[in-house]
């Protein structure tokens, strides 16, 4: 380690950074993550939330409302079963989702965040179960097709 340069200010910097707890209040359900989670996209609404947020502050990020409650979390008036979904792919990289999430409303959830890398994988997994769906009624069709064939044979 080069001691008094750049790096060791940076490492600090980076080890604050993933030490910090920033507290998240999404529609009404406390969330609490790092600072290097929020930042994971540095373009991302929520980066620039956390870099210009001061405590019991007020006011616009890229044209989206936010503001602190009084426990000093960040109040953002989103559906929290989404947000917990944008949260681990900050954390991760990865879009996990289940039978219980809405593709599209996930997608606007990430549009509204401003989290590009998830809309591009987002709007993958939607490609890919609309061509799952279109194979399986392509196959369903020949299935009736060939039925409606044996009937007319009969």
Not at 69 to 86: L, Q, T
Not at 122 to 140: G, R, Y
């Amino acid at each position: 380690m080069f001691r008094g340069s750049k790096f060791e200010k940076f490492e600090k910097l980076l080890s604050k950074i993933n030490d910090n707890i920033i507290k998240l209040s999404v529609g009404g359900r406390e969330f609490k993550t790092t600072l290097g989670t929020l930042v994971a996209d540095q373009n991302s609404m929520l980066a620039r939330m956390a870099y210009n947020g001061t405590p019991y502050t007020y006011g616009y990020v890229s044209g989206i409302e936010y503001s602190r409650v009084e426990n000093g979390a960040f109040f953002i008036d989103r559906d929290p079963k989404y947000f917990n979904v944008v949260l681990n792919f900050l954390r991760t990289g990865k879009v996990e989702v289940n039978e219980t999430i809405d593709l599209n409303f996930l997608l606007e959830e990430a549009k509204y965040y401003g989290i590009n890398e998830m809309i591009v994988i987002i709007d993958k997994i939607q490609k890919a179960k609309k061509t799952q769906e279109n194979e399986k009624k392509a196959q369903e069709n020949d299935e009736n097709r060939k039925s409606e064939q044996i009937i007319e044979i009969i």
